[in-house]
């Protein structure tokens, strides 16, 4: 009886352990779109990003073709990419997980200092470290480091060592985009001033006092970032705020709190849209975590 190719043994293996999985050519690259799927003249698959209707059974349009079912890689349709496979990835997001791609050793360092230990699998020229979690992909959120998750690929490269952690909100906050550059002084922004008091927040179970004073800390911490950071300081503190009113029956006015939270940001150069997605990652996170 024939052996399965050994790209394909590990990817059997893989997929048994619920990890979508595709084939990788030299270069560490996938397999070329089939004719009928070159130039996503077939739509693309429903799972990628923009989705589509292609239900082409060859491994096209690479980690949107990532599954965890055998029928499908033993199949005659993967049966060519298998021959010329060098390498099995897998698909992060599709498993629940997210590799944060380390890929020098300063990017190591920044990593030990501000990131939270988790399985590490060593790479050609750095580490993987992997979370439990899942959330959008972003390549270059830091000089050195990538992060592959629900739109990305990641090569298999061993089982590694180390507890798998948690999601992090510092991993979540790399992918918050800013403009480094202050803005210049006396140029008006555009944001209303909305500002948080008990009117907005018939259901909250704080005082007054203590909901401003967080809420102002926050703000100085945000206006303190004034070369860069602002960004990624507005998710934590919208993060941190809104963590305090999960117990809450509410309303507790986080709308205005997230636009006190916006103009901040925006104040030290932040992009208003940048901005107001920080706020919106921080809360949301803030609200799974609670969950």
């Not at 959008?136 to 298999?156: E, F």
């Not at 029956?249 to 916006?262: F, V």
């Amino acid at each position: 009886m024939t052996q399965p190719a050994p790209a394909r043994r590990v990817a059997l293996a893989l997929a048994a352990a619920r990890l979508p999985v595709l084939p990788l050519r030299e270069g560490k690259v996938p397999v070329g779109n089939c004719p009928a799927c070159t130039g996503n003249a077939c739509g693309g698959r429903p799972n990628m990003k923009t989705a589509g209707p292609c239900t082409c059974p060859a491994p096209c349009h690479a980690w949107a073709a990532a599954t965890t079912d055998p029928r499908v890689i033993t199949s005659p349709a993967w049966a060519p990419a298998w021959r010329e496979a060098a390498a099995v990835a897998y698909h992060p997001g599709g498993a629940g997980l997210t590799v944060v791609d380390l890929d020098n050793e300063d990017a190591i360092a920044w990593a030990r200092q501000n990131l939270p230990a988790t399985r590490t699998v060593p790479t050609t020229r750095g580490q993987h470290w992997i979370y439990r979690g899942a959330m959008p992909s972003a390549n270059g959120v830091r000089p050195g480091i990538d992060i592959k998750s629900l739109s990305q690929y990641a090569r298999w490269l061993g089982p590694g060592a180390g507890r798998m952690t948690a999601l992090p909100p510092a991993v979540r906050a790399l992918v918050v985009k800013e403009d480094a550059t202050p803005a210049r002084r006396g140029v008006a922004s555009s944001l209303s001033r909305a500002t948080w008091d008990r009117t907005v927040a018939t259901g909250c179970r704080h005082t007054e006092r203590y909901v401003r004073a967080g809420l102002e800390r926050g703000l100085d911490l945000i206006r303190s970032h004034t070369e860069s950071g602002a960004g990624s300081q507005a998710f934590g503190v919208a993060r941190f705020l809104a963590a305090q009113h999960t117990a809450c029956p509410g309303p507790c006015g986080l709308d205005a709190i997230g636009e006190e939270i916006t103009a901040a940001a925006v104040q030290v150069g932040v992009p208003e849209p940048y901005a107001r997605r920080a706020v919106a990652n921080g809360y949301r996170t803030a609200r799974e975590h609670a969950a």
